[in-house]
């Protein structure tokens, strides 16, 4: 069974200053990861993936996140925040053996960016 | 850009009435999906569909779901007699393909309220 643990329900950053979303996954298999974004009224949108190349991921709109094994972790991360990040992100798990290529889902992290 | 749509937006049902939620995956996508979300909670997975047949399904999945692709572009899902503990957001989703490689894209979701 895998499962999909996000750390913190809502985050809060001032526009301009460093954003990090934290995950932290449980697989019996090597996982893919994923980062799903949520803006209000639209569909869930990859913002990035990992499937077992390069452990240090990058996405759109400048976000990166890097699978650390040892960790069990798949944080997100970017560098300055902008207004227009503010959203609900989700991190994802999929097991590659699956063959329905089920997504198991963390509960979700708003992000809120002041000005 | 192509995109997942899904009908209606919102739909309110009485307990026991059936519903049937419809959704318009990217055209050339060969395998599609629904999952859920109940206020508060995560994501789930429910189905995934391949070639006119069920790949994958979860508990949550019994009976009084099915899903149909009735004329090669919508995908549905019906839930035969509602239940109050079926009021949720229903995402639909498509693939080109199998596997971690292939992004499942989501449609904006219907929001299902059982009265």
């Known amino acids: 069974a895998q499962s999909v643990t996000q750390l913190d329900s809502h985050v809060s950053v001032s526009e301009g200053t460093p954003v990090l979303l934290r995950c932290n996954y449980s697989s019996s298999y090597s996982p893919s990861l994923f980062w799903y974004v949520q803006h209000p009224n639209k569909g869930l949108q990859l913002l990035l993936k990992y499937t077992s190349a390069a452990t240090l991921v990058k996405g759109i709109n400048g976000f990166e996140a890097e699978f650390k094994k040892s960790e069990t972790s798949f944080h997100l991360t970017k560098p300055s925040a902008h207004m227009s990040d503010a959203a609900e992100y989700f991190c994802v798990v999929s097991d590659p053996t699956n063959a329905g290529n089920m997504l198991t889902f963390g509960g979700g992290t708003r992000l809120m960016v002041k000005p | 850009e192509p995109e997942v749509t899904q009908t209606p937006s919102h739909q309110v049902t009485q307990m026991g009435q059936e519903v049937i939620l419809r959704c318009v995956p990217i055209s050339n996508h060969l395998y599609f999906y629904w999952y859920r979300q109940i206020l508060g909670q995560k994501v789930e997975f429910l189905v995934s569909f391949y070639n006119n047949e069920i790949s994958e399904k979860s508990e949550i999945f019994d009976d009084q779901f099915s899903v149909e692709r009735p004329d090669g572009s919508n995908f549905t899902l019906k839930i035969r007699s509602t239940k109050l503990e079926d009021s949720a957001m229903y995402f639909c989703?498509?693939?080109?393909?199998?596997?971690?490689?292939?992004?499942?894209?989501f449609g904006p979701g219907t929001r299902l309220t059982v009265t």
């Open positions: 989703a498509s693939g080109a393909g199998q596997g971690a490689r292939y992004e499942q894209y």
